[in-house]
């Protein structure tokens, strides 16, 4: 395979790399897949509305999140099991991160033991984590079709190295033919995982750590008001990849919506979807502080390990950058909404 | 074939084992077939808005319909001839539906025979049935290409059960070369069934039954309305699958401007293109009381007769329920049409 | 082949029998043929709201088209060169059309010799013709692709009967190599033909007979007006079938603007994408007082002459009648804009 | 092959003859491509509403651009490094040009040194060319996937004729591994032109030349305000051909917004997607002056050089003005907006 010159040609040499299952359980949606599809497309239906003639011969990309400053607005976004894409997994995409000076923050699942989720916060804040981000769009997993057919577990090799699995005997075995059309995602899941997640839940989180609370998975403005309500520091308006419920909207599709509700008063997040930069370049323009990319970063991590996810985020960052320069903005406050029309099919009144 | 995963896949196997001339019987809509298409189609039209951090840990699907209890608001719309389908016919697919506790409501087409009708209701009333289902869509019967192409009739083996079909030699028989453009079901109900159907008699069925009248084949607001001030108890928004007037909208299309027109004073439910729980989920939204499912439980019974149709309806059920959890509804009531979002190529403003 | 059993059934066989030049000259839209796929296009995004328990056990399609009844509402619209897809060419289509018991009317080309269209005139009323339809939408001929890379020319055995082609020897050649690019029959046209049509011709025409004066290829409300004031009774919507200019409205699409615009004065009617009865139905329901079909005639006569002609308007007939019972329209008055929704992609607001 | 009947066929040459890295270098738009095939596809969303009976016997295209009179208003988009398309280059071209009478007007590209600007200027002026266009949608480079993957280079016996490229080493040959998945182009023009390009660039080039200056690839009504303010004399509204910005809107798409912003006080033209004669009518009916054409004279150079340029514009130019005739416009002053409507999926109200 040739150089990879756009993030589709690290997804081609996934797609042909990883064997099945493990291609499946990183690619698929939830059921007929729409909404993971239509993450990818609805950043097509923004249209770009470029201006000429100002000095972009310094292009400045800098920004903070949650008060901490980085190079570029664009993180990763958590992804479990990385192992099956390389065997360096996770360490690997984390040391590429670092590399690009990105910040570390936690992705938290909320256990039904309350005791573990507080031990697990108690050493994300020492190991220097900068926020917590609590996922809000799991309280029971969804379902991928894929994943069914393929009886999906995790691999025996492969171990959970932040909770206590010693009772989930089967976390590595396909279910029994009792409940074989489901995977045991679902039923680790539904063991370990606190399914009564409320806002109380949140606001139990914040009682008792100083880090900032982020909600990811927020999709409303409804909701994202009363995550303002809650104490919520930062939202990301995710749907998971697709994964979870589908049918709901692409998450730039969303993205307006929840800005609007929050009114300024808590930064707002994205990911799902975002390939390439102009792709980043629409979400900030839609009032997002920062992107986060998921898949590509696997399809960096299976083609080189730490070096290609570290390719991969130099190659959005560089996309993003000449996007920037070819709309006229030299710096991220240059990118405002009137940089945008949508497509609704189509976009001039006559 | 490995263990259906979704009704898709019941669907694929139907395809595949049975015979064409009853594959084309079930299969077919009328003329182009968009009208059935969209039926399908329509509900991806509809996008979710899911809220976040309700408890879900306890889902309840209970609902009533005119008036009895049901464990979810699934049930099954009636189709004819399902001997085609397996051996055990319809008497598989009644039994498949006693299991999961579901009313027997009775699909009623008024013959020309008053008597013949009234009999008929008479022996409805006393086998316990819940209510009498109208269809009032077919004074005469729609034009599917591949009937007349095959010169579909109903197999020399199986007996139309509740109708004395004696005078009618050629129930059985393709029609003579005279009329070979239309298959024997249109002439069959061209011979039996009341042609000259209106409000009227609706008004003669509700005179000597004291169960609950249900119109099904409503698309309009106008008719709604119609149904309500002519007594009807309920609507069943349906456009025959697909199979009667080619060019009609989809059924979830018209659904709103229904609930609307009839102001809740009937009950209105759906029947048309539901394929999976997501769909359940969206015509409650926009306020259905229950919807009914169709060629799905043909293709169960068509997969293992009785078992096949159980393991469908389990199987929408559990999606339904998921999608419930997964867009933060705890219970019926809780789904809102807040919960939709509709394409209209595409959705926010800018 | 198997018996037809709709239009697009007698078009397969058209294109499997038909030599290439012929089909293609049949065929064709002007260049891209955007136009031309779009006339059958646009009926699809006109979808059907229709009426349920109406008495329609009597269905009538009887009107009058310019004062003179007729049976049903579909007339043959006119196509030239008819002998190329049948030997008895356009007499069969006229005896297939007298069986349904269609009125004549002339259609009728201003020639540059103003004497030569006078005399033909005074035949056409001397023959007991109805109404002369003056196409005014071809001052030039559009540019067919198709044929002009066939360097198309009237076949050789052909004779155009109503005019003197003394002086025109290449009406049988193919151009020479300096023009050919173009068309044998753009040759014809420019020779024969007055490209200096306007309002004066049609006030001309109407100078010297009493025939009602019909324009075909009224396709704006500001001309509809002017053709009212100018004194033409009625109204072809037509755009050739696609042939003239490409990029022009489907005729569907520009009815309701032309009912609208002639406000009762005048007769519309319509050519253009009828390939069903739900076809004509909507037609109806958006102003017409009549439909013309071109291109399925043909396949017609090319299926089997006069009898594949009357095959046709039969086909469509019947389909026509089980579109308005099924709609809930007993007669023609029935059929009303409400039956109506419009694709904007879609319908409803929510 | 056969004589090209529409200007898709000189394409379909161009296709087959060149060698892959030239064919990829022309056809090319920046990265998914989206907005250079929107360029040809936003045409076909503007529907014409062509007027009849009207004299259109004698169709006159003449008008003058910038004060100068022209035959059609169509002419030549620059395009680079046409010799790669035909041993004659750009000199057949210009030829080709001349003998339908074309004017000579400059493409300007700014370069980092200003001597080597003026120096250009001054030649231009000397050599009669009427005006000036600067192209202002270049800062940087836009990313072409197809360059990058053939690690495109000028062709080694090619020349920069108008430019001392001695620094430049590396303009033959492809990059170092260094930094291979940017194409020569990118460092070609880092190098040499002025990535500082402001609205004070325009001021300087007026305060030195009396040639009328042109802001060849604003994109929106407030860049077109501004360069009105900055005493430009005509904008042409480009996006490059789509290699720039990927998913800036189609240069139809925004021609009515320019067209509105600069309220008659200079000229408005538009380069991008023309591919026939209809979508001259339409650019002109949108409020441009004249049009001009990229790609498809590049296919006319490869087919026959000087001759293949020739027929091409002969092509678009006859069929212009039988887009005229036929939509009655007998001279270009009746190319109205009204002549227009626009597919918002789709157009009537109901």
Redesign the interface.
């Known amino acids: 395979m ?5 993030l589709a040609d690290f997804e081609v040499h996934f797609l042909q790399s990883l064997d099945r299952i493990a291609r499946d359980y990183f690619t698929s949606g939830a ?2 897949e ?1 909404t993971a599809r239509d993450n990818v497309e ?1 950043f ?14 310094n292009v400045n990309m800098k920004t903070t999140i949650m008060g901490n400053e980085i190079d570029f607005p664009i993180g990763i976004a958590p992804t479990a099991i990385q192992k099956m894409a390389h065997p360096e997994g996770g360490v690997a995409t984390a040391r590429g991160n670092c590399n690009h000076k990105g910040l570390r923050w936690f992705q938290l699942y909320v256990f039904r033991n309350k005791q573990t989720t507080m031990n697990l916060i108690q050493r994300v804040e020492q190991a220097g984590y900068k926020a917590l981000v609590v996922t ?2 799991q ?2 997993v ?2 991928r ?1 894929a994943d ?2 393929n009886k999906y577990s995790i691999p025996s090799h492969l171990k959970l190295v932040n909770v206590n699995t010693d009772g989930l005997r089967s976390v590595h075995n396909p279910l029994d033919t009792q409940q ?2 489901e995977s045991v995602v679902h039923q680790y899941t539904h063991t370990l995982m606190d ?5 109380d ?2 606001t139990w989180v914040k009682s008792f750590t100083k880090l900032p609370v982020i ?1 990811k ?4 403005g ?2 994202a008001k ?1 995550a303002v309500q809650h104490g919520v520091d930062g939202i990301i308006v995710s749907n998971h990849g697709g994964r ?6 692409a998450t730039s ?2 993205l ?2 929840i800005v609007e509700a929050v009114e300024g008063r808590v930064e707002v997040y994205l990911d799902g979807g975002v390939r ?1 930069g ?1 792709d980043v370049l ?1 979400a900030l323009a839609l009032g997002a502080k920062a992107v986060f990319i998921g898949r590509p970063v696997l399809w960096g991590l299976a083609y080189q390990g730490q070096t290609g996810v570290e390719e991969v985020l130099r ?1 959005v960052k560089e ?1 993003f950058k ?2 920037m ?3 006229g903005c030299a710096k991220l406050s240059d990118i405002q ?2 940089l ?11």
Chains 1, 2, 3, 4 share one sequence.
């Open positions: 040739s150089k990879p010159v756009c059921n007929q729409q609805a097509k239906r923004y249209r770009l509305r470029p201006r000429m003639l100002r000095d972009v011969s809000v769009d309280p029971v969804g379902k079709l069914d057919r074989s059309t399914s009564k997640l409320t806002w839940t949140i909600a998975g927020i999709l409303t409804e909701d009363l979870q419920l589908d049918g709901v909207l599709d969303v307006g919506e390439q102009t629409k190659m996309e000449l996007a320069a070819l709309s909404p009137s945008l029309a949508y497509d609704r099919k189509y976009y001039c009144k006559l």
